[in-house]
């Protein structure tokens, strides 16, 4: 089938064959399709939508397009279980990773985590990780399953040999105004995942002002797609939507959510953050087959109790050419050596602290990227001083920001200045998790 031919149907809002799409990503993969054309597809995706199936056949398809990890080859995993990962759709001192990969794999799950850069306003685990000193994600394929199989945990990025197709269209959709598309979203961020070789996924999607999705509606939504076209791919697949009003934990920035996320390892950390590392490991757990519903939990927990959970960070830093010895001595990760505090304007009690508002502010210090391209400071961040609910004198600190110079001060001061709401009555608690979606609850949808 030609490319023209291929455009012109989904251009008129056509239902495409596999053999098409397949002929479409096979055009991207080997640039066959030279970039009018895949941009030209790209916009009729975007405006005409994809079913769930052939937003399925493209994501195999992307996934075929380069080289596959997979990790039965190695290593068989005991007790019939299967490689598990877990994919964030990004969040505000969202450092969860760090602390349930270790969690998961001393429990015996095997854990091939391909991670991403932070975008916006969100961090990125690779960008926490490249605090680290020495710490590589560089990985080629023989590299990442030999890893996996000396520490049952891998943490890489995507490399050249990964998805090309993806890589690719992804470029192309960033500069032509097509990334909000939920078929193109889901089944980038999927096809990367099938490349793994696991067998089950967790997705921790985020709904607020410090994710990309302040509304329910729409995050459920893209939860349905993922989970469906994750399922339809043979991954045993849960989306947990969880709340990204306000940071998670009370550190923002790379190299401090590094040292965050050992506290936490060690029994130390903030309640929320070790809370949700061990929902989300508990699941990787039942999902992977590694532990059934009534044991799972306590096993996570025993892997934190105990330590074998900070270990298997020392072990995979350890094995990734990182300075491992970050565990017991966090003066080893970078900080930047200029403080400033930020203070509450009244008393009272804190009924907000915005995440998006810290997370642009963190943007601003250096911590992210406001352009592909920028640098990102492992220094820099933010510490929160206080919690929702806590009450206040007008003048006291409510948080503490690390920095380096004082123009990117000033910016930051724009938005942190405004993140902390201050009123009359302690906010309700709210469950951090707010709905989950399965292959169950999506089977009775039409996508
Ligand atoms: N992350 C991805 O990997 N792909 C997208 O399209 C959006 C976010």
């Given amino acids: ?84 990962d877990k994919h964030s759709t990004g969040g505000v001192g969202d450092k969860a990773s760090l602390v349930l990969a270790p969690l998961a794999a001393a429990c015996g799950a095997l854990v091939p985590m391909m ?46 040999e990964v998805a090309p197709a993806d890589r690719r269209m992804y470029a192309l959709r960033d500069v032509t105004a097509t990334v909000e598309s939920i078929p193109l979203i889901a089944s980038s961020i999927i096809s990367k995942k099938v490349t793994e070789g696991i067998g089950a996924l967790v997705l921790d999607v985020k709904v607020g002002s410090g994710g990309f999705m302040n509304d329910l509606a729409q995050a459920r939504e893209l ?9 339809r791919s043979g991954l045993r697949t849960e989306a947990l939507l969880t709340r990204m009003d306000t940071p998670l934990g009370r550190r923002v920035g790379n190299a401090s959510e590094v040292r965050e996320a050992i506290q936490t390892l060690k029994g130390e950390g903030p309640e929320d953050l070790e809370s949700l590392s061990v929902i989300l490991a508990t699941r990787m757990l039942i999902l992977g087959g590694v532990a059934g519903e009534d044991e799972a939990a306590g096993r996570v927990r025993e892997a934190l109790r105990s330590g074998r959970g900070v270990e298997k960070f020392r072990q995979i830093i350890a094995a990734q050419g990182g300075e491992p010895r970050v565990i017991d001595d966090p003066a080893l990760l970078p900080l930047a050596d200029r403080e400033a505090l930020v203070r509450a304007t009244k008393r009272g009690v804190i009924t907000r602290i915005d995440a998006g508002r810290v997370g642009h502010g963190a943007v601003a210090l250096g911590a992210g990227r406001d352009h592909a391209d920028a640098a990102v400071d492992p220094g820099v961040g933010i510490d929160l001083l206080v919690d929702e609910g806590a009450t206040v004198n007008a003048g006291e600190p409510v948080m503490r920001v690390y920095y380096r110079d004082t123009a990117s001060l000033e910016a930051a001061l724009v938005h942190l200045q405004v993140a902390t709401e201050v009123g009359e009555a302690a906010p309700p608690q709210r469950s951090l998790v707010m709905e989950t979606i399965d292959g169950r609850t999506i089977q009775a949808q039409s996508l």
């Fill in 1 to 84: 089938m030609r490319a023209l031919d291929i455009i012109r149907l989904k251009r008129d809002g056509h239902v495409l064959s596999r053999e098409a799409i397949k002929t479409f990503a096979g055009g991207v993969a080997d640039s066959s399709w030279p970039d009018y054309q895949v941009t030209a597809m790209l916009m009729a995706i975007f405006l005409r939508g994809m079913t769930l199936d052939e937003a399925t056949v493209l994501t195999q398809a992307m996934a075929e397009s380069g080289a596959r990890l997979d990790p039965s080859d190695v290593l068989r995993p005991e007790n019939g279980s299967t490689p598990v």
């Fill in 115 to 160: 991670s991403g850069r932070g975008l916006g306003h969100t961090g990125g685990t690779l960008d926490k990780l490249a605090a680290i000193p020495g710490f590589r994600t560089g990985l080629s394929v023989e590299e990442v399953r030999q890893t996996l199989s000396e520490t049952g945990c891998v943490l890489f990025r995507q490399t050249a």
């Fill in 223 to 231: 939860s349905q797609w993922l989970v469906g076209i994750s399922e």
